[in-house]
């Protein structure tokens, strides 16, 4: 095992690595950021392809996972800034660096394999565990607690759009029902109540387990990763140097349309009214979208890591303050 990598046991593969290399172009003496450091992989890669005298911010609220990277990352130790933030919070880790803008930054949503693997986590839905979906144990409430106190009408909600299940209210219905004879603590308990809210029909014939898109939205409510994406989105743009790249790496469709819209309103400039005839904004173009359509996982990726198979990748490249390409 090379210096500075953690053990077989603990690694887990990294999704689209060489792809977010090939696209963000790291260079000696560059700066760049990983907003969702995880174990490190991205970060790693990164810093490995650039060269003498790159720099990398890197944030997680996992702690787990931050101690895991930093080990994997002792070689370039005196180049790399870790933080115990959210992605969200990202200018706060560049302002205490001193550092105004960036050559480069990556983001890969959604919850890691670690935190999947480690039933105590409560992500997942094959593995008992505390119904609990905490990326940061620390903060916020758990889905324990959002399941066993909401009202139906938000839980359906939950479901419904941040799940995207069209079955979320009679699961919902379901939850409020189970709840009336005690609590719900537990994954496996609670992946069963949603299962058999599927019609039978429906349990037997579908691709992925009934829970998943439950314990999707659920994850998501938790960890508020909609107002965390959103907030980024709507600022990373000004953080970033003319001719640099932004890597977003989704893995369902309500982030990948967040990530779709954003880089859209970025690259078209004017923000006049559509039913404008003429532009009085004197908008510019602030990105070009580098990726017309999402860059998917090769097939062999796909093949050897599972969790690939639904990752999305979009691209974009900072333009200067004219609009022109730097």
């Known amino acids: 095992m090379k210096t500075g990598e953690v053990s077989p046991a603990s690694l887990h593969t990294t999704v689209l690595l060489h792809e977010v290399v090939r696209w963000l172009r790291p260079r000696p003496k560059g700066r760049y950021m990983d907003g969702t450091l995880g174990m490190g992989g991205h970060s790693l890669a990164l810093l490995e392809a650039a060269g003498e005298g790159a720099e990398l911010v890197g944030l997680d609220r996992d702690r787990e996972a931050l101690a895991l990277a930093t080990k994997r990352l002792e070689p370039f130790k005196d180049r790399v800034h870790l933080f115990h933030l959210p992605f969200s919070r990202y200018e706060e880790a560049l302002d205490e660096v001193g550092w105004e803008s960036i050559d480069g930054a990556v983001l890969d949503l959604g919850v890691s394999s670690l935190q999947l693997d480690e039933a105590d986590r409560g992500f997942s839905f094959i593995h008992d ?7 940061d144990p620390d903060v916020g409430p758990s889905a324990e607690v959002l399941v066993n106190t909401l009202k139906h009408g938000e839980l359906a909600r939950i479901i419904r759009v941040y799940g995207e299940d069209p079955l979320a209210g009679k699961i919902a219905s379901a939850i409020v029902r189970e709840r009336e004879k005690g609590a719900i603590t537990r994954t496996l308990q609670l992946a069963e109540i949603v299962r058999l809210a599927y019609p039978p029909k429906m349990r037997h014939t579908a691709r992925n387990h009934p829970a998943t898109r439950t314990f999707q939205g659920l994850r998501i409510a938790v960890n508020r990763e909609t107002e965390e994406l959103e907030h980024y989105l709507s600022t990373i743009v000004g953080r970033l140097k003319p001719g640099a790249r932004l890597a977003i790496i989704s893995f369902h469709s309500l982030e990948d349309r967040a990530v779709k819209h954003a880089f859209r309103d970025a690259a078209k400039g004017c923000k006049c009214p559509p039913h404008q005839l ?26 050897a890591n599972p969790r690939a198979r639904s990752a999305k990748l979009r691209v974009a490249e900072k333009l200067s303050p004219d609009g022109e390409e730097a």
């Open 129 to 135: 565990g505390p119904l609990d979906m905490r990326m």
């Open 278 to 303: 003429h532009c009085t904004c004197g908008g510019v173009p602030e990105i070009k979208v580098l990726t017309k359509k999402p860059e998917a996982a090769s097939d062999a990726e796909r093949d």
